[in-house]
Protein backbone atom coordinates (compact mmCIF):
# COMPACT_ATOMS: atom_id res chain seq x y z
CA UNK A 1 0.00 0.00 0.00
CA UNK A 2 1.21 3.47 -0.45
CA UNK A 3 -0.36 6.54 0.59
CA UNK A 4 -0.07 9.84 -1.11
CA UNK A 5 -1.56 13.45 0.15
CA UNK A 6 -3.09 15.52 -2.13
CA UNK A 7 -5.31 18.64 -2.56
CA UNK A 8 -8.68 19.46 -4.21
CA UNK A 9 -9.45 22.19 -6.46
CA UNK A 10 -11.87 22.68 -8.67
CA UNK A 11 -13.10 18.97 -8.19
CA UNK A 12 -9.76 17.28 -8.94
CA UNK A 13 -7.14 15.87 -7.58
CA UNK A 14 -3.79 17.00 -7.20
CA UNK A 15 -1.22 14.97 -5.61
CA UNK A 16 1.59 16.93 -3.76
CA UNK A 17 4.05 14.21 -5.09
CA UNK A 18 4.04 12.71 -8.22
CA UNK A 19 3.13 9.04 -8.60
CA UNK A 20 5.94 6.56 -8.23
CA UNK A 21 7.06 5.39 -11.70
CA UNK A 22 6.29 1.83 -10.85
CA UNK A 23 2.18 3.05 -10.98
CA UNK A 24 2.71 3.99 -14.54
CA UNK A 25 0.24 2.08 -16.51
CA UNK A 26 -1.47 0.36 -13.90
CA UNK A 27 -5.04 0.37 -12.42
CA UNK A 28 -5.64 1.50 -9.12
CA UNK A 29 -7.98 2.42 -6.17
CA UNK A 30 -7.64 5.65 -4.60
CA UNK A 31 -9.69 6.14 -0.80
CA UNK A 32 -10.05 9.76 0.23
CA UNK A 33 -9.88 10.42 4.04
CA UNK A 34 -10.10 13.88 5.36
CA UNK A 35 -7.07 15.23 7.20
CA UNK A 36 -8.40 16.78 10.40
CA UNK A 37 -6.82 20.51 11.50
CA UNK A 38 -3.39 20.27 12.07
CA UNK A 39 -3.66 23.33 14.72
CA UNK A 40 -5.14 22.32 18.71
CA UNK A 41 -5.92 24.47 20.81
CA UNK A 42 -3.29 24.96 23.41
CA UNK A 43 -4.85 24.69 26.37
CA UNK A 44 -4.87 28.05 29.36
CA UNK A 45 -2.83 28.28 32.15
CA UNK A 46 -5.44 28.43 35.37
CA UNK A 47 -8.59 27.88 33.12
CA UNK A 48 -9.79 25.34 35.97
CA UNK A 49 -9.31 27.92 38.92
CA UNK A 50 -11.91 27.68 41.40
CA UNK A 51 -13.64 24.33 40.20
CA UNK A 52 -11.20 21.55 42.28
CA UNK A 53 -11.05 21.54 45.88
CA UNK A 54 -8.57 19.60 47.69
CA UNK A 55 -9.56 18.30 51.34
CA UNK A 56 -7.84 19.90 54.56
CA UNK A 57 -7.15 16.12 55.29
CA UNK A 58 -6.01 15.37 52.44
CA UNK A 59 -1.99 13.71 53.21
CA UNK A 60 -3.72 12.25 56.70
CA UNK A 61 -3.51 8.23 56.67
CA UNK A 62 -6.27 6.43 55.10
CA UNK A 63 -8.01 3.94 57.90
CA UNK A 64 -7.73 1.07 55.62
CA UNK A 65 -4.00 0.97 55.44
CA UNK A 66 -3.90 1.70 59.43
CA UNK A 67 -2.28 -1.82 59.64
CA UNK A 68 0.52 -1.01 57.55
CA UNK A 69 2.14 1.61 59.46
CA UNK A 70 1.89 -0.01 63.14
Not at 35 to 49: D, E, I, L, N
Request: charged residues 30%.
Amino acid sequence: MIVLTARSENGQIILDKPLPANLEGKKFQIFIQEQGSKTKKRRQSGSAKGQIEIAPNFDEPLEEFEMYFR
